[in-house]
């Protein structure tokens, strides 16, 4: 069964602190990997799509690699309004699998 | 991406009601979806809903409780029928692109009462 597991559940830091957020996958088939960030009471934003171990996207202060197991969300020296949930969600031979999630607050 | 809107944003309802949420893209998309996120919880697929086909549904969730309308490309209706208070939560409609990313809507909050 296609599996999705994020850690942590939710990371405090303060303002500059730079972090990074994990998403282990189990999926057959790899057709890409997602993050997205969802506001509270708004619908996921869509922020990057990662195709093969290996590859790495940017933008602003999140930069999102891949492995053959696991990707990762670095947030380099965050600020406070970049304070939401963030989502990893994998597209295999089964429909799109999300994970639960990592609530991020960001401290002034 | 697409801009998608959804209606109702929120609805309190009445136990043994139905609920139809309407979702409005402003492209013509091939694919749309059906999600529902209960508190505290993932994303839940609830069936895929092509234009000119009848929906695809995922296991645990079934017609004669969330009926399916796609009348066009840019247009897609969910019902949600015979609510109880386990239905509270946030339904979201998504489209795809041909990359399988998706995009998503605002969500429609629903509180059965």
């Known amino acids: 069964e296609d599996q999705v597991t994020q850690s942590p559940e939710a990371l405090r830091l303060q303002e500059g602190e730079s972090s990074s957020l994990n998403c282990s996958y189990t999926?057959?088939?790899?057709?890409?990997l997602f993050w997205y960030r969802q506001d509270p009471g708004k619908g996921p934003e869509f922020l990057f799509t990662?195709?093969?171990a290996g590859e790495e996207k940017e933008k602003e202060r999140l930069k999102a690699t891949l492995t053959k197991k696991e990707s990762f969300l670095h947030i380099t020296a965050p600020k406070p309004e970049d304070s939401a949930t963030y989502l990893c969600?994998?597209?295999?031979?089964?429909?799109?699998?999300f994970g639960k999630g990592t609530r991020l607050s960001v401290i002034a | 991406s697409a801009v998608i809107s959804q209606k109702p944003s929120r609805d309190i309802c009445q136990r043994g009601t139905s609920l139809t949420i309407q979702c409005q893209v402003d492209?013509?998309?091939?694919?749309m979806f059906w999600y529902r996120q209960q508190p505290g919880q993932s994303l839940t697929l609830i069936a895929t809903a092509n234009q000119g086909s009848e929906a695809t549904y995922e296991s645990g969730f079934v017609i004669d409780k969330f009926p399916i309308s796609r009348p066009n490309l840019t247009f897609s209706t969910l019902t949600v029928s015979n609510m109880s208070p386990e239905d509270s939560s946030i339904y979201l409609c998504?489209?795809?692109?041909?990359?399988?990313?998706?995009?998503f809507g605002p969500g429609t909050r629903l509180t059965v009462t």
């Open positions: 492209s013509q998309v091939t694919m």
């Open positions: 990662l195709y093969s």
């Open positions: 999926v057959s088939g790899l057709r890409g």
């Open positions: 969600a994998a597209a295999g031979n089964t429909p799109l699998v």
């Open positions: 998504s489209v795809s692109t041909s990359t399988y990313e998706q995009y």
